[in-house]
């Protein structure tokens, strides 16, 4: 049943553009996840705003959703408002800097930027997510091949951002508010919404970004699966010391392990795929099932790295 508060935001936001029970499965790469009581389309970062104050000053829970990467949506749904962001305007500046609202997606971005002959995107090619995203994860991947000898991080173009903060007040923030670390930033810990941000980026060779992009599409594509074929969420579990949490569970034997149509994958055993149509208690069934292999055989928790988001 609706609540008051809920029906006090759909009316502030627009019985139009308010949608009801709204399956989530198929705005999450995951493919999984019950309905959202309400679900709000924002197309400009002012309207994510709107959306995440009303939904506040009425006591509505709340989630901004980018590509859907690196979440769990519960069977039962989301009982709130679920805020889809889809605010992409963007401008690419003569002296190399990009602002950006939070809901453009970074693949679009980095084609455009390489037309226009500007590195500093491209090594991100492959990966799912927004701009909010990439901030919130401080997006990385392996510096350009063949040496791949370092891990190269979002935060080395970033230049600021525009954020509206828990206590409800809307400023331009930098790196040193932002508290960049490895799958980390300030935005896992306090609940503040990204908005817009601004990255500096250099001029580049586009035959150098081009061969970055495919030499990395390629590496990626050998050790990842494919989300056309097998939905995934990534990487479900943090690295421990540094060691990678799929070395562990495959170390006890659980590539294709599968409860349901979830399956640890055979290709990279730190992450889990829908092999049809798997619940999100399969999910959870198959996550704990390999943090107790790991803390028999090691000793180590393994520590989830997606968010778990909804009514399980």
Known sequence: ????????????LGDTR???????????????????????????????ATAVVSARR?????FVLGLGANILVGDKGFRGLMIRNAAQQHAFAPDGRLRSESG???????????QLGWSGLEHYVGIPSTIGGAIWQNLHFLSPAPERERT????????????????????????DYVKFAYDDSVFHHRRDVILAATFRLARGNQAAMQRVMQENL????????????????????KKVDGVGAGRLVDQCGLKGH?????????????????????????????????????????GVHLEPEIVFVGQF
């Open 18 to 48: 308010v949608q009801r029970s709204v399956p989530l499965g198929p705005y999450t790469t995951f493919r999984i996840g019950g309905p959202a009581d309400l679900f709000f389309e924002a197309r400009s970062a002012d309207e994510l």
């Open 152 to 175: 190269m991080f979002i935060a080395e173009v970033f230049e600021s951002c525009e954020i509206l903060s828990e206590e409800g007040e809307r400023k331009t923030v930098g790196p």
């Open 1 to 12: 049943m609706p609540s008051i508060a809920t029906e006090s935001v759909a009316r502030e």
């Open 104 to 114: 453009a997606v970074v693949k679009d971005l980095i084609q455009e930027s390489v």
């Open 58 to 62: 009425h006591g509505v829970d709340h």
């Open 218 to 237: 390629s590496w990626r594509g050998a050790k990842h699966p494919w989300l056309e074929w097998h939905p995934s969420a990534g990487s479900i579990f």
């Open 258 to 298: 599968r409860i349901g149509d979830a399956q640890i994958s055979h290709i990279h055993a730190n992450i889990l795929v829908n092999v049809g149509s798997a619940r999100a208690t399969d999910v959870r069934a198959l996550i704990e099932m390999a943090q107790r292999a790991v803390d028999s055989r090691f």
